[in-house]
């Protein structure tokens, strides 16, 4: 019996090597004997920890992988598109309601522009440096924005170089960069938001998702009653009611199951937290901020054509009017649902109630443009008194900025917990695994010396 | 335009050359424009001023086809179509907001201004004794005769040419300027006209009459028009190299050049393109008040003044009124 006296005095790591060897040996002969049978025992039980120990190990760093994409990789990259919508959206707002005041524009409208182009070209930058470039739809739309974001500007500061002079040519130059905009820029940046959107979704599904934490933790339950059996055939055989070896391996497994256990639900309740009370309001308001900004830059534009423009571009605010609502199934109804209950609500309600003091102050700057009243329109249109168009939408946009933000910070915060909930869960149970084999090698090993 | 002679001669060529097509509408001026495919015919028959004069048979002359003013100073009679637009307040002008010095918005100023728009400010002033009583409707070449059919606006003055098939739909004021139709190319260019241009894009405003003369015009391959809504839209165009000329009067091209000096305005006069104000054939009332105030603006000095504002100076004479009746 040279091996059990090896066993005696090495460590976990020299019984594994050894029952090995043994095994090849020994075992064809020895196990209808009791202390072949406990040799057995000792590899099962030693394998069957480390495979756990392998298979916990794997299933945690899916789980913590996925939820730190989704915080580090996803959502930064779903928001860089959110934002590139928002900001040329604003951009195209911003410049037609400049050109509404003249030659010389508000230093403020000219500003808030330019805060706009570079803040969407800095997100361009940021979204192809993240590695947006290399996901497929996303990395087309990336290359459409990069090439077209500069011809956009140009024809903007050629329409004001033209503007400054007193000459029409300036409001074609205006209408051409405004086109480019909503043809293809803006077509683009929503695509590029969709594409990532659906995969922040698939991200966060990844995980929240049961398969892999319930094979996990069957396994690591099988493993315990395993040894349960195990220690009640022990006890029968040698008359000792506990093997210290098998308790330690049963308490190691046992925590480590506990740990997973919480961390997972831990988790997975942040992500959907995340989710229902972050991205999803989040979506939403801006889907319905964009729509809004959209609208606001048809109102400016109809003024800038006074009627050059047969109706169109009045026809397309009534249009986003109609897609904002409130209404069942309408985009202010639908952020005011999915915001409800979460810190975006606020800015959601005041939203509903703002857009439709827009909606009366835009009919009647369109009943004072229509009769006879050009002038008194445009000021409306740039007016910051109660009752004027600009005020009502000014209020508007600062409803969607504040319910945007809230979400986003919702966001942040849950999404970072769950990803906070694995820390350390996976050195834990790889190191809980360990405990386990070496703790059944070492209870067993105690009874085989026994047969010596 | 010249004699009877010459256009009935051209009228003549354009018969034999198109048969059955001409004779069916020679009543009068329903023949007034035959089919595209026969004016670039008339115009290889009759040399370069025919293509006007095809449109303007015998019973057709667009610039002698509008109605006598009463004697005297412009009257607002009680019940007239000018007794209801004072009873309202202002005067509606459907007027374009981008062609230079003839109608355009003024983006330092806020105001729409330009030679078309003084002739409204004009007769605001002999309706209310203010001309600023007007508002001024920015609308499209297209847009032109169906909103004075459908009474959105009283009156049309957007460098509009008096055209014996517009004549059927709209009534129009004597004529109160005289523009030909031209090229408008970038300084570089070659071209010395529509001639040398064959197969290339040329821009101009849909529904205008220079998109039919540019889609008819003689030339193997035949030029391409690309039309915008407004002119402005051709000079977008023209800058960014996407098409290799504008053309339409030399009115708007003036304007044109006056924005981007890199271009220059080249070729023969190749239509005559008299302007006249259109008005809704329902009031023929307002049609006599109009001329009455063209004909007082002549005479005192405003229309001289207005030209040399916004054309040019020394002014012309202005046109000689013609009136049907």
Known sequence: MA??????????????????????????????????????????????????????????????????????????????????????????????????????EPPA?????????????TEIENATAQGGATLGGAAKDLATLSQDLPIYAGEIETARADNRQGFPLGAAYLREASGLMRSTLLPAADDMYTTENASLNATSAQATG??????????????????????????????????????????????????????YTGARGDLLAAQSRGSAPVETLARADIAALQAHADESLTLIDNGSDNG?????????????GPGPGTLLTLAETAAGGSQAAGGATAAVGDAQSWYAAHARLRTLDDNANHAAAVRSALGSYPGDAGAAFAKLSTDFGTGIAAGQTAFAASASAGADAFTGLEPGVIAAALLMAAGCAWGLSRRLAEYR | MSGKGKRSAAVRAAAILTGTVLLAGAAGCAAASPPRATVAQVSNAGGRDTTTQARATATCNPTAASLRPAPGPPQVTPGSFMAKILARGYLIAGVSQSTYNFGYFNPLTGQTVGFDIDMIHAVAQAIFGNPDKVEFKGITDAQREPDVSNGTVDIVAETMTILCS??????????????????????????????SLGGQKVCATGGSDSADIISSYPVTPR??????????????????????????????????HAQDPFTKVVGPLLAPQPYGLAISKQHPDFVRFVNAVLAQDEADGGWKASYVRWVGSPAPAPPTAQYAD
């Not at chain 1, 392998?54 to 915080?71: I, K, P, R």
């Not at chain 1, 330019?114 to 969407?120: E, H, K, M, P, S």
């Not at chain 2, 402005?232 to 023209?238: E, M, S, Y």
């Open chain 2, 166 to 195: 517009r004549l059927k739909e709209v009534d129009f004021s004597s004529v109160y300027f005289e523009a030909n139709t031209r090229v408008l190319v970038l300084k570089n260019s070659t071209a010395t006209g529509l001639a």
């Open chain 1, 210 to 263: 049961l398969p892999f934490v319930i094979v996990t933790f069957a396994v690591g339950l099988g493993f315990v009653i395993v040894l349960f059996l195990s220690s009640r055939w022990l006890g029968r055989r040698t008359h000792r009611v506990l093997n210290p070896g098998l308790l330690l391996a049963a308490a190691a497994a046992v925590i480590a199951l506990a740990w997973l256990a919480v961390a």
């Open chain 1, 312 to 324: 169109t571009y009045q026809a397309a605010y009534l249009r986003q009017q109609r897609a904002l």
């Open chain 2, 223 to 256: 030029l391409v028009l690309v039309p915008v809504p407004q002119f402005t839209d051709c000079l977008v165009l023209l800058q960014q190299g996407q098409v290799a000329a504008v053309s339409t009067d030399d009115a708007i091209l003036a304007g044109l």
């Open chain 1, 3 to 104: 091996s059990g006296a090896a066993l005696k005095t090495s460590g976990a790591a020299g019984v594994v090597g050894h029952a090995a060897s043994a095994a090849s040996r020994r075992f064809r002969v020895d196990v209808s004997t009791t202390p072949g049978r406990l040799r057995l025992l000792l590899l099962v039980l030693v394998l069957l920890s480390l495979a756990w120990g392998g298979l916990a190990a794997f299933t945690v760093n899916q789980y913590s992988s996925a939820a730190s994409g989704v915080v580090a990789v996803q959502e930064p990259l779903s928001l860089d598109a959110q934002q590139i919508y928002r900001h040329l959206s604003d951009a195209d707002n911003t410049a037609a309601t400049a050109f509404l005041a003249g030659g010389l």
């Open chain 1, 109 to 121: 409208a000219r500003q808030r522009y330019l805060t706009d182009i570079q803040a969407a070209g």
